[in-house]
Nanobody
Framework: QVQLVESGGGLAQAGGSLRLSCAASGRTSAIIAEAWFRQTPGKERVVVAT????????YYADSVKGRFTISRDNAKNTVYLQMNSLKPEDMAVYYC?????????????????WGQGTQVTVSS
């Protein structure tokens, strides 16, 4: 099994920045890629960004391109999401996820492991 623990959420003003972290433990060798999803009340989780284990392949949702950066530190088994130029519409619960599946995975159903989520609040 793989355990994912997020940290770094909180309150930011519009235009500000936050950095989320996701620390993985357990059978991390099984992970092919990791991602950040976000969810607002009454809506399904949507992908924000993905990254493969080497960090060479990244994907960003159109809504965050140019503002968010996903990265990883394999020595620490940690994935980061640097969020800059935050907008009120970025406010959500952010989840870290990991998958054993190859290829570009942008749907919730293709991820096998999930963190508990961290709240990001953006004030206008």
């Amino acid at each position: 099994q793989v355990q994912l623990v997020e940290s770094g959420g909180g309150l930011a003003q519009a235009g500000g920045s936050l950095r989320l972290s996701c620390a993985a433990s357990g059978r991390t060798s099984a992970i092919i890629a990791e991602a950040w999803f976000r969810q607002t009340p009454g809506k399904e989780r949507v992908v924000v960004a993905t990254i493969n284990t080497s960090g060479s392949i990244k994907y960003y949702a159109d809504s965050v391109k140019g503002r968010f950066t996903i990265s990883r530190d394999n020595a620490k088994n940690t994935v980061y999401l640097q969020m800059n130029s935050l907008k009120p519409e970025d406010m959500a619960v952010y989840y870290c996820a990991a998958t054993r599946a190859y290829g570009l995975n942008v749907y919730e159903r293709t991820y096998h492991y999930w963190g508990q989520g961290t709240q990001v609040t953006v004030s206008s």
